[in-house]
């Protein structure tokens, strides 16, 4: 089974200056992606003052069900609600969702978060699948990241292909190693490739040493530096892995996309 997935902040559909709407280029760009499973984050499915100021390019239904047409299927966790809306996460697959939950793990009433838990069978597999956006504040990050172990534990067998991405916002890389040790996850751009690092960080860990963990950098788009957006995988080997930074994914967002190819371990 071969799978090729995304995870990507669309920032709401909007510019991050100006409030320019994005949304109707975004779903041209996420076509041509092609990906079976999307994870998105900062997903708006109801905005009423844009809807009144951009009517011509602003969508009629919320944006998880815009952007999943009628080729794909889409679950929505919200979590962010305010006078005009609400945004949240969301997972856009080529395949049926047969179950999801939202979870709330807002750590305080300034950010509200949520991790959006989806099963989607593949195949006769059942792909567990969350979508995180995690806080901008590393306690609660911590904190956060404790649930999200717990919320995993709970709602998956242990030998369930797994896969966890979305905006992790943690720019030091201090939650990867607690994934790895109480997930038994890595990260896409950590698992051994047929490249140099790939390789020797395999032959790294073989001799029992500890390979440094270094996930992408997604952020800012136009010039990423900050390693904050994170796929983790249980059950699948990595074909390929890759940041989209070049062209329309530059001004697309204020992340970069992660895209990557995968293949049932």
């Known amino acids: 089974m071969k799978l ?12 991050s200056f100006g409030g320019r709407p994005r949304i109707l280029a975004l779903k041209q760009a996420l076509a041509q992606l092609d990906a ?11 905005h009423d003052l844009n809807a009144l100021r951009h009517a011509s390019n602003w969508p009629q ?37 047969s179950s999801f939950r939202n979870q709330d793990v807002s750590d305080h009433s300034y950010e509200s978060r949520g991790i959006l838990h989806c099963v989607v069978p593949v195949e006769g597999v059942e792909v567990h699948c969350y979508v995180v956006h995690l806080g ?18 709970n709602s998956s067998p242990p030998d369930a292909p797994l896969l966890i991405a979305g905006d992790f916002n943690d720019w030091t890389n ?34 029992g040493l500890s390979a440094p963990i270094r996930p992408a950098r997604t952020f800012p788009a136009m010039m990423p530096w900050l390693r904050l957006d994170r796929i983790y995988l249980r059950g699948f080997k990595v074909n390929t892995a890759q940041v989209l930074s070049d062209g329309p994914w530059a001004r697309l967002s204020d992340h970069a996309p992660i895209v990557s190819e995968l293949h049932l371990a």
Do not use: C, W
Not at 70 to 77: C, F, I, K, L, V
């Open 61 to 97: 239904q919320g944006q998880h069900e815009y952007l999943a047409g009628d080729t794909h299927h889409s679950a929505y966790g919200m979590n962010a609600v305010y006078d005009h809306g609400h945004h949240g996460n969301a997972l856009i697959s080529r395949f049926a969702i």
């Open 136 to 153: 901008l504040f590393a306690g609660g990050r911590r904190r956060q990241t404790e649930a999200l172990i717990e919320a995993v534990r």
């Open 4 to 15: 090729r997935v995304a995870t990507y902040n669309i920032h709401k559909g909007v510019t």
């Open 174 to 207: 201090q939650l990867s190693r607690t994934l790895y040790q109480s997930l038994g996850v890595v990260e896409v751009f950590d698992q051994p490739l047929g490249n140099a690092k790939g390789l020797m960080n395999g032959l790294r860990r073989m001799g």
């Open 36 to 46: 079976d499973i999307l994870f998105l984050q900062e997903v708006q499915g109801r």
